[in-house]
Structures are given as structure tokens and as C-alpha cells.
């Protein structure tokens, strides 16, 4: 069983930055890929990035690419997401995922372990 809780969501200017961070607890987070995902009010959850378990491999939605920047610090047993260059459509609830083998992977039902969210709203 993998615990994940997010934080660091909030409001921003449209062209902020954010950094949200995923705190992990139970098996060793060093063996699990890790993944974010969002969700828009009335929309379903989509894919945002991920990385696998050394951290040397990335995956990243394209409307997120050269803005958004996935990493992991296994010593902290947590995983980050730098957001710049924020825009309205980045407004959503942003998900921690835990996958347990193989690559970072883009889909949900790779992911078992998922956190509670945290809220990015981002005005124009």
C-alpha cells in the first residue's frame, strides 16, 4: 500500500509559476513510477506527466511540454511538478499516481495508488 499526498496548488496569474510536491508513504517509493494527472471542472482526468522509478526516464502530455517539469527526489520519497508559463486552461485538480513496473506510463489504469488532489487555478 503506497500513501500520496499532495500540496503546493493554489491561485496564480496567468504566465505564474507553481510547484506542486507528492509526498509518498508505505512500500519503497524508490521501486514505484510515479505519474500526474488533472482534472477540469466537467471534464475527465487526463494525462499530465510522469517518471519512472530512477527518475532518468520522463513522459509528458503534449499542452504541458517546455512548460511543465516532473521530477522525483527519492530521499524525500517525493515527487515534484514545476509548472511555468501557467494558463487558464491549466486550471484543474492535479492528481499524484503511484505505478507499481514499467514505463512512465500515460494511461490511468496503470496507476494504483492515487492521492486526494490539490486545486491549481489559474486567472487571465
Known amino acids: 500500500q503506497v500513501q500520496l499526498v499532495e500540496s503546493g496548488g493554489g491561485l496564480m496569474q496567468a504566465g505564474g509559476s507553481l510547484r506542486l510536491s507528492c509526498a509518498a508513504s508505505g512500500r519503497p517509493f524508490g521501486t514505484y513510477n510515479m505519474g500526474w494527472f488533472r482534472q477540469a471542472q466537467g471534464k475527465e482526468r487526463e494525462f499530465v506527466a510522469a517518471i519512472n522509478w530512477s527518475g532518468r526516464n520522463t513522459n509528458y502530455a503534449d499542452s504541458v511540454k517546455g512548460r511543465f517539469t516532473i521530477s522525483r527526489d527519492s530521499a524525500k520519497n517525493t515527487v515534484y511538478l514545476q509548472m511555468n508559463s501557467l494558463q487558464p486552461e491549466d486550471t484543474a485538480v492535479y492528481y499524484c499516481?503511484?505505478?507499481?513496473?514499467?514505463?512512465?506510463?500515460?494511461?490511468?489504469?496503470?496507476?494504483?495508488?492515487w492521492g486526494q488532489g490539490t486545486q491549481v487555478t489559474v486567472s487571465s
Open positions: 499516481a503511484a505505478s507499481p513496473a514499467g514505463l512512465p506510463s500515460n494511461l490511468r489504469t496503470d496507476y494504483n495508488y
